[in-house]
């Protein structure tokens, strides 16, 4: 083979290597890429810290003849989506559904969310569910009576 | 693999030269390379996205938390805020750094929402990354951010 030749054979030699080196770079770049995480999910902390802020303080019943609240206790006459809407702001992210499952009784947070994003569950992109589920006393009037408050969160 | 004749084609040291000059550029591929990745890997090691995020969403659930305690409440976030400026807007808690100023030339923006109580007022503020720690107050029903 004369130099020219050399050359030409040198260069078309080089051709792949180029390429594999190329692939191989890309790869690793992709890969340390793909591992860097820039964002860290809370959906589940802030749901139950809303259940709590909820449950402690917009339905709680309060004596106010000693001045004193009583979580746990579910103020009847609280419990409906108005009260709940008036005592905590409206979240873009969140929205909940309270059931008194022994009254049959709803109350929600952030309803149109909640009913938007519910049948997006599970689903990828979609929304998340957390369910909880509270041994609670209803203040009807002077009676406590003993119900179960369900509580379902959706979060986007 | 031989393909050199001496009699037709390059001789010894010819071919010496070429292997020679061969490596060189080889080489001088792989540091162009390495340099390269290793700038990369240095950058990302740089970036404070996460941090960022991480802050917006820890001090944004600590708000929250707050709200839904009883009583008076007085907590120092823990976290090391010190290359950052928290500001405190309605609802949101937006985090960047002091070199980007003001929120409108940081990109992207990291903040995340919290939830104000209706029956209570929020003091907002901006924290800046002078001091060390955050101190977020709850005295009655006015909840106040400030530097400690």
């Known amino acids: ?156 | 693999m031989n393909f050199f004749n001496e009699k037709r084609g390059l001789g010894k040291k010819a071919q010496v030269e070429h292997e020679f000059y061969y490596i060189i550029a080889q080489m001088f591929l792989i540091v162009l390379i390495a340099v390269a990745l290793f700038t990369f890997i240095d950058d990302v090691a740089d970036q404070t996205l996460f941090e960022k995020n991480y802050l917006s969403k820890d001090i944004a659930l600590i708000v929250n938390s707050i709200y839904a305690s009883p009583g008076d409440v007085s907590y120092t976030y823990p976290g090391d805020i010190k290359n950052f400026i928290i500001d405190f807007k309605p609802g949101q808690v937006y985090v960047y750094e002091e070199f980007e100023q003001y929120e409108e030339l940081a990109y992207p923006k990291c903040f995340y929402s919290f939830l104000e109580g209706s029956n209570m007022v929020f003091e907002y503020a901006v924290v800046s990354a002078d001091q060390s720690q955050l101190k977020i107050n709850k005295l009655g029903n006015i909840v106040g951010v400030e530097n400690e």
Do not use: C, W
Request: without cysteine; hydrophobic residues 40%; aromatic residues 12%.
């Open chain 1, 1 to 156: 083979m004369n130099k020219k030749g050399l050359i030409t054979f040198n260069i078309i030699n080089f051709i792949p290597k180029i390429i594999f080196l190329a692939v191989v770079v890309l790869t690793i770049v992709f890969m340390v890429r793909g591992f860097v995480r820039t964002d860290v999910d809370i959906s589940a902390s802030e749901s139950y810290v809303l259940v709590n802020r909820i449950i402690y303080s917009s339905i709680a019943y309060h004596d106010e003849s000693i001045n004193r609240t009583y979580p746990g206790i579910v103020d009847l006459i609280k419990f409906n989506s108005e009260r709940i809407g008036s005592t905590i702001a409206a979240a873009d992210n969140l929205g909940a559904k309270l059931d008194l499952v022994g009254r049959r009784m709803t109350a929600y947070y952030n309803k149109d969310f909640y009913e938007q994003y519910y049948p997006q569950r599970g689903i990828k992109g979609g929304s998340k569910e957390i369910k909880t589920k509270f041994y609670v006393l209803v203040r009807d009037g002077e009676t406590s009576v003993p119900d179960t408050l369900e509580v379902s969160v959706i979060s986007r």
